[in-house]
DNA sequence: ACGCATTTGTTCGTATGTATT
DNA sequence: TAATACATACGAACAAATGCG
């Protein structure tokens, strides 16, 4: 009568892929009609959600399902929950976490604070290896941002930004230039488009000519090239960013657990 | 990091060092304890850990209080659940974990497999700057260890290891070389210390003579330098490592979330 | 200044499901 | 099959933080 269980060996694996999970607590099947909600915009970035009484009532579940469920997001950074508050959706548009994606730090008794200055943004046909990160027909529109990151006047990062042209009509140097904030608060703002993760690539590499005289290093210079690929909602690539570091007073950091 | 801290105000601050929360949830007290005993080597690593039953009757507390606390230990990488059979206290030394602190990945097509060459294990004095980073009095004993990992016979990581002489006595190249596994693992099995936790600072530098004839690449070439420093129970650094990548075929890879 | 209502946070208790031996 | 251990789910009560009147 019961449906065959699982190999036993199963959870000794890393993580298989599954054969899809053919049953699911009900908690996790909240925490993805909730997630599903996130990604249809029904609460915007920034927002309140519904308190967790309320939840628990709409979805006919305890309380205390509809927490665990929360839990998990917020553990995930899908939200942000405030004692006495409420739970809100997280945004990156936030002093606290404007810095998530950022793992640049200064070395000791160095000034952090960083200058933007953009190069560049237009839109153009998407080369062959960005359509392909960024799962477009070969050919389709995206736009080029290109930018560089000073500390003391001193260049520090080059990026190079490739995003889906069809996710981002209407994106101008105008309208980056003028943004006060991270750019993903200015993502999600103006096109609806939060960004939930990221992988990063980290190599180490000679400088280019060109690349080189815009950071102000001599030709072949090591350089730190940071590529990152992010997702939003349902992962779904949107962004394609390539950095280029220079690390004599700074440096990538981070934390293994 | 787990939001430990009650006031809202805190979690806004880069990490005020606290009047010391002068009371804490009844879990977190738990949870401190059982840290505490994991520390002590109550459990040693692989080992299960009294059920969550008997460590609520043990503890005066409910089983769901303990198993709250043990949520974050599980969280945290100290403890290891599974379902059915109990829970265990992590250990370095299994397979799926074996490659936690290990963020080198191999490019697309490029077999991953590394083998190891040790190339030097001795003990010394450490330098001043080891020893900072490992809270030694200076001139106090320490272990170097240098190895090179390599990829179809050809140079990969160079790595750089600094240990605390008093904690490793007896740590000869003979048993390091004949070991097999992970060398956190030959830590565990016969020092007793676990490593919890670990930062790391990844810069590109140039190759200097030497360490490009060890990695045989040109002089001057680009290298990922990657400085570890890792620490066991009550944030005590135990572990200076500064890797020499290179990054032709693998990459370090990061996730973002 | 004070208290009240709201919301999340903590703690307990109980029952049942699922995995393992 | 039975016993054990973790996993899920519900319910209830109180604590702590916040905002409002």
Same mark, same amino acid.
């Given at each position: 009568m019961a449906p065959m269980s699982p190999s036993a060996d199963a959870a000794d694996?890393?993580? *298989?892929?599954?054969?899809?999970?053919a049953f699911s607590p009900l908690y996790q099947q909240i925490k993805a009609l909730l997630l599903a909600r996130l990604q249809a915009g029904e609460w915007r970035p920034g927002e309140v959600i519904p308190s967790e009484i309320e939840l628990a009532a709409r979805f006919k579940v305890s309380q205390g399902t509809v927490r665990k469920a929360i839990d998990e997001l917020a553990q995930e950074n899908h939200l942000v929950r405030r004692q006495g508050k409420g739970t809100f959706v997280a945004t990156h548009a936030e002093e606290r976490t404007?810095?998530?994606?950022?793992r640049l730090m200064p070395d000791?008794?160095? @000034?952090g604070r960083l200058q933007r200055r953009l190069l560049e943004c237009r839109r153009m046909r998407a080369p062959a290896e960005v359509a392909r990160a960024l799962d477009l027909k070969s050919g389709e529109a995206a736009v080029q941002i290109r930018r560089l990151l000073l500390s003391a006047d001193q260049p520090v990062v080059l990026d190079e930004i490739w995003l889906p042209g069809a996710l981002f009509r209407g994106l101008t140097a105008e309208r980056l230039s003028s943004w006060r904030g991270p750019m993903y608060g200015l993502f999600e703002a103006e096109?609806?488009?939060? *960004?939930?993760r990221a992988e990063e690539r980290i190599r180490a590499v000679a400088a280019q000519d060109d690349d080189a005289a815009v950071l102000a290093v001599p030709p072949r210079s090591p350089l730190l090239l940071v590529e990152r690929l992010s997702y939003t909602y349902? @992962?779904?690539?949107?962004e394609l960013r390539r950095g280029l570091y220079r690390t004599e007073q700074f440096h990538y950091r981070n934390e293994l657990n």
């Open positions: 694996r890393p993580a *298989m892929p599954g054969p899809a999970p404007q810095y998530r994606f950022l000791e008794g160095v @000034d096109f609806g488009l939060r *960004m939930v349902g @992962d779904k690539p949107v």
